[in-house]
């Protein structure tokens, strides 16, 4: 089936979906295309199945290491804190992360900041990793076989100084200074 346009001379067919010649090209858009501010570097990941360590870690961290509240990532289980790396890999620098998340997941072992652990260096990740439980033992197989051979991993008991985190941050080479 052929389609005319009455802008066209009888005969000539037009080509579905293209406008017919001599019809006025759209009209500019104004203002310019809108320029989206860039999404901020996330420096820090904090992981912690415990809300208000989880906002006391930030605040404390963030103030003590130079970072804006939007450079610090923070999640409740293991599965965000990888959703967080995954999207900012290239600028982060350290995760700090409880050894068990017991409040999201009691029965579940695979929620554990070991596992986190292994997962970050298997993607690649080669910053310092703080694993923070009251619950493991650093003597404990399954904590020296996987986090002692990394220098770049620190198991704390708690309860843990936010002097000393901080600090083994700096050591690493995180934060402002």
């Known amino acids: 089936m052929m389609i ?28 310019g295309p809108k320029t989206m501010a860039a999404e901020p570097a996330i420096r820090l990941i904090i992981v912690d199945d415990e809300a208000p360590l989880l906002r006391a870690y930030k605040r404390i961290l963030g103030q003590h290491l130079g970072y ?27 995760v700090v992360t409880d050894g068990e998340m017991r409040e999201t997941a009691p029965h579940n ?37 996987r986090m002692f051979r990394c220098l770049q991993t620190l198991f704390y008991k708690k309860p843990v100084t936010p002097a000393d985190l901080i600090s083994w941050l700096k050591h690493h080479g995180v934060g402002h200074t």
């Open 4 to 31: 005319y346009s009455s802008s066209h001379l009888p005969g000539i067919p037009r080509t579905p979906g293209v406008p017919p010649t001599g019809t006025p090209p759209a009209p500019p858009v104004t203002g």
């Open 68 to 94: 804006q509240p939007e450079e610090i990532g923070t999640a409740t289980d293991r599965m965000g804190a990888l959703a967080i790396y995954a999207a900012h890999q290239s600028t982060v620098l350290a």
């Open 109 to 145: 072992p695979q929620e554990s900041g070991l596992i986190l652990h292994d997962e970050l260096r298997e993607l690649g990740f080669k910053g310092p990793i703080a694993v923070i439980s009251a619950h493991l033992d650093p003597a404990h197989p399954r904590a020296t076989s």
